[in-house]
């Protein structure tokens, strides 16, 4: 009997134990739910603004809520506007990070967020609502598709535009491809139907890590028939833009709508492209 007792009064502790353990996470998922950390930076917007524009403002001026651009022939859903609020905005060059303008004059000309939205180009997690999550900062094998980072991001334009003609607007880019072309890195290599067979096949590089790339190309390992070609670690980077534009699953997930080819000569509107009338100020800038 008394040991009957003793494994129901253990029991009961355990259960207490675990009952207490479950509500204190109830308590703190109320409470991270209740001030979501994109409150914060729209609370602080105002002054950041005040500060750098020097702008009066009521408070209906200052955005507020969950801002989301939803791409539906693109499957996907932005919400980095909630947290990027200056994104569009002229006098916030020099304004902190998330607040800043987005830097690049004509970029947002040509891919406006309201029609392309942000991942496309930055990649990270559109649905996200908390900086850990939309920027990836998540090992690569549970998602393969952080943000990437500056130095990296002209990746993004050999997804839609052709690597060889963007010498002036994607330079990193277009000396990647040259690499790759210069090396012979197709004759081992097949990018689609292109390329030879004695290598891996190089559709779908961006599943990799920047790291992964860089340590491949610099030093192939021992079994492999690739050679070292002598690449240093800042010889490589753009070799590795352009691999890391090498994207297959970017191809079936995103319509021809979304892309567009530039050349030297002309510079083609994403509008045009993509079906969209360009408006009377966007018809006076290209004269």
């Known amino acids: 009997m008394k040991n009957d007792n003793s494994f129901l009064k253990k029991e009961s502790l355990k259960i207490l134990i675990a009952g207490f353990a479950v509500l204190?996470?109830?308590?703190?998922?109320?409470?991270?739910?209740?001030?979501?950390?994109?409150?914060?930076?729209q609370h602080v917007f105002k002054e950041v603004l005040q500060g750098h524009t020097d702008q009066e403002l009521d408070s209906s001026d200052i955005p507020s809520g969950v801002k989301q651009i939803h791409l539906p022939d693109a499957g996907r859903v932005d919400r980095c506007q909630t947290c990027h609020l200056g994104i569009d905005m002229r006098g916030l060059e020099q304004a902190p990070l998330p607040y800043q303008t987005h830097p690049?004059?004509?970029?947002?000309?040509?891919?406006?967020?309201?029609?392309?939205?942000?991942?496309?180009?930055?990649e990270g997690q559109g649905y996200a609502l908390t900086?850990?999550?939309?920027?990836?900062?998540?090992?690569?094998?549970?998602?393969?598709?952080?943000?990437?980072?500056?130095?990296?991001?002209?990746?993004?334009?050999?997804?839609?535009?052709?690597?060889?003609?963007?010498e002036q607007d994607a330079p990193e880019l277009f000396a990647g491809r040259q690499l790759y072309k210069d090396k012979g890195c197709k004759?081992?290599?097949?990018?689609g139907p292109v390329g030879g067979s004695i290598g891996p096949e190089h559709s779908n590089l961006a599943r990799f890590s920047i790291k992964y790339l860089e340590e491949?190309?610099?030093n192939p390992p021992q079994e492999s028939v690739m050679p070292?070609?002598?690449?240093?670690?800042?010889?490589?980077?753009?070799?590795?833009?352009?691999?890391?534009?090498?994207?297959?699953?970017?191809?079936?997930?995103?319509?021809?709508?979304?892309?567009?080819?530039?050349?030297?000569?002309?510079?083609?509107?994403?509008?045009?492209?993509?079906?969209?009338?360009?408006?009377?100020?966007?018809?006076?800038?290209r004269k």
């Open 131 to 166: 900086k850990a999550e939309a920027h990836g900062e998540i090992p690569r094998e549970q998602w393969p598709r952080p943000i990437l980072p500056e130095d990296y991001l002209q990746a993004s334009c050999g997804k839609c535009h052709n690597p060889e003609l963007m």
């Open 216 to 218: 491949a190309v610099m």
């Open 228 to 285: 070292d070609i002598g690449f240093t670690r800042e010889g490589v980077q753009p070799l590795v833009v352009y691999m890391l534009s090498l994207d297959s699953k970017f191809d079936d997930e995103v319509p021809l709508k979304y892309k567009k080819l530039l050349s030297k000569n002309q510079v083609t509107s994403s509008f045009l492209v993509a079906g969209y009338p360009l408006t009377q100020n966007q018809k006076r800038g």
């Open 24 to 41: 204190v996470l109830l308590i703190v998922v109320i409470l991270k739910e209740s001030q979501p950390e994109w409150q914060y930076y």
């Open 187 to 191: 004759e081992c290599h097949r990018i």
């Open 104 to 122: 690049g004059t004509g970029i947002l000309w040509y891919h406006p967020a309201e029609q392309f939205g942000c991942t496309l180009c930055h």
